[in-house]
């Protein structure tokens, strides 16, 4: 039975009273050929559409809210559409990251500032589905999250080809001469064959796959296709159930538990999922109230091991899992270690949504005793390199370079690396140590993805593919190779990174879970008394606050002054 009564509406603020403000509500939806009893009384829900012309994963996106309109009507609700930051992944510069924020706090107060109810969030894109989860937990009015969903099977002659894996893998090629421009123009074409997001296991995967686990899709929604028929029914039956869950007042705060977040930290790590995740998850959580640190990470990787077969880490896509089973299927592989008693957004638990789950093909979604791959999908390191830690995915590394020792080679940004990486007078070789920093959450702006570093072409041509590359950056989901990422603090803020010196002897012991420098305590602390920070770039605008109030990579880069607080009051509405 509902809880709420029409009269207990939030929108009933706007349009209930006998004021002079509520009559301009009530005249000015009437203005856009509304009736009365369309909009009074019963749950206006909105639709946060990050749909845009250049964010190709969302192209779909118009279409699908037309779908979710359909539900919230069918339901007895009225749907209205908001347009958001759309933050397609691979136009925005420098990152996308720079722009997670701003789109939270856009989601927050978009929802503050009008008279809704309750709200369907579509997105997917990387940025984008944490954005909006984390404004919508701020706002705290019951959400569900609709996923833009994986595009199709990219493929290439006779190979499966993957969004961003294969752009890496076959650049590499390319710059080595075993690919000609001709195969590239080619690949251009057909490797991102579909409107969704990358269907290998990126961040997008990856995030719209925690938010399921976490309860706030309808369960298994994350793996549904873009371009599936069973896309938009899903979006429908969205756009219904949130008018349902605006009469009972599910709110995130009572989906969200510590259960739910040890859900999506163990789908996380069988997934083999984005090391994006150690940032956006610990955001969402924060927002939330719930204590998560990168040492949860940790733990759970050693203790689950990577189940689903799908790139960088394994050799199949994201539609290949849908058919497989999808999220759901995968759950069944792990219900001794999750909370089958976590709430999702249908009110009921995540026991309910496993009754009728299962794996449907065993090579791409593994069992326990076959897993793709013992190495973790993710390992948190600390050391003198990294004292509030540093991340790196072993399953997506080579594993004769997990323990390694070499000589830096120091680069300061990337416009340094880019002029000196292919210069013959570089004395580098494969066992040298690329460091790339002053590119964190404070010094580039953004922390950009910029971790998995370009070997230098002369060792590409070599027949090289694989090199430690250490940076306080980020890594898209989609790339590999042996990369220590997120190092904290960052060089920028004066962290250990910024004193360490082109020629230094870098040890990293990932079994052992360190990183250091070979640098006494002595000559570390005479070069932090010599060190002075860099000047910050911008001395305007939302840059400008970005860079005064983003947090380190071990704490989310949410910004200080949202990831705690007071609740804020409801508008005044005289
Ligand atoms: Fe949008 Fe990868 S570029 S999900």
């Not at 990294?386 to 590394?397: E, F, M, N």
Request: charged share 25%; hydrophobic share 40%; proline share 7%.
């Amino acid at each position: 039975m509902p809880t709420r009564r029409p009269e207990d509406l939030r929108s009933a603020r706007w349009y209930s009273a006998d004021s002079m403000r509520a009559f301009a509500h009530r005249q000015r939806m009437q203005q856009m050929g509304l009736r009365r009893e369309e909009f009074m009384g019963r749950p206006v829900i909105a639709i946060l559409n990050t749909w845009s012309d250049l964010s190709p994963c969302h192209a779909h996106l118009r279409e699908r809210a037309e779908a979710v309109k359909r539900g919230v009507l069918r339901a007895g609700g009225l749907p209205v559409e908001l347009p958001a930051l759309s933050l397609g992944e691979v136009m925005v510069k420098p990152t996308t990251m720079l722009y997670r924020n701003l789109l939270a706090m856009e989601a927050e107060e978009l929802l503050r500032q009008h008279p809704i109810d309750g709200a369907v969030l579509l997105g997917g894109c990387d940025k984008t589905g944490p954005g909006l989860v984390m404004g919508a937990i701020s706002m705290g009015l019951p959400v569900i999250f609709c996923p833009a969903g994986p595009m199709l099977n990219g493929r290439w002659r006779e190979t499966k080809v993957g969004a961003g894996t294969h752009t890496r893998k076959y650049w590499d090629e390319y710059r080595a001469g075993h690919v000609s421009e001709r195969d590239m123009i080619e690949l251009e074409g057909v490797s991102t064959r579909s409107p969704g997001t990358c269907n290998t296991m990126g961040t997008a995967s990856t995030m719209t796959s925690i938010i399921d686990a976490l309860g706030l899709t309808l369960p298994g929604a994350s793996s549904i296709p873009a371009m599936d028929a069973a896309h938009p029914r899903m979006a429908s039956a969205c756009g219904e159930r949130i008018v349902e869950m605006v009469w009972d007042d599910l709110t995130p705060s009572r989906i969200l538990s510590a259960g739910s977040l040890r859900n999506a930290l163990h789908i996380d790590v069988a997934l083999g999922g984005s090391t994006n995740a150690a940032v956006h998850l610990i955001a969402m959580a924060r927002r939330a109230g719930l204590a998560i640190a990168l040492a949860d990470f940790d733990a759970v990787g050693r203790r689950t091991p990577v189940l689903a077969n799908i790139f960088p880490a394994g050799d199949a896509l994201m539609e290949d899992f849908f058919f497989a089973g999808g999220l759901l299927g995968l759950m069944t592989r792990l219900t001794d270690r999750l909370d089958l008693d976590a709430r999702n957004v249908t009110g009921g638990t995540l026991r309910d949504a496993l009754a009728h789950a299962r794996v449907d093909d065993d090579q791409v979604i593994r069992r326990l005793d076959h897993p793709v791959t013992t190495a973790p999908a993710i390992a948190v390191l600390t050391g003198n390199l990294a004292p509030d830690g540093a991340v790196i995915k072993p399953s997506a590394a080579t594993p004769e370079l997990l323990t390694h020792r070499g000589r830096a080679i120091v680069f300061d940004g990337h416009a340094d690396f880019n002029r000196r990486i292919d210069d013959p007078s570089l004395a580098i070789d494969e066992t040298c140590v690329l460091v790339l920093r002053g590119v964190g959450p404070v010094g580039a702006p953004g922390m950009p993805e910029w971790g998995a570093l370009a070997l230098p072409r002369a060792l590409v041509e070599k027949g090289v593919r694989d090199m430690v590359r250490i940076s306080d950056a980020r890594m898209s989901g989609t790339h590999y190779g042996t990369c220590v990422l997120h190092v904290a603090p960052e060089a920028q803020v004066g962290g250990p990174l910024a004193l360490l010196r082109t020629g230094d002897e870098i040890v990293l012991d990932v079994p052992k879970r360190r990183l250091d420098m070979v640098v006494s305590d002595a000559e570390l602390a005479r070069r932090k008394a010599a060190w002075t920070p860099p000047p910050p770039r911008y001395g305007r605008g939302y840059t400008s606050m970005f860079q005064r109030h983003v947090t380190q990579a071990d704490r989310g880069c949410d910004f200080d002054f949202l990831e705690a607080g007071p609740p804020t009051p409801e508008p005044d509405i005289f």
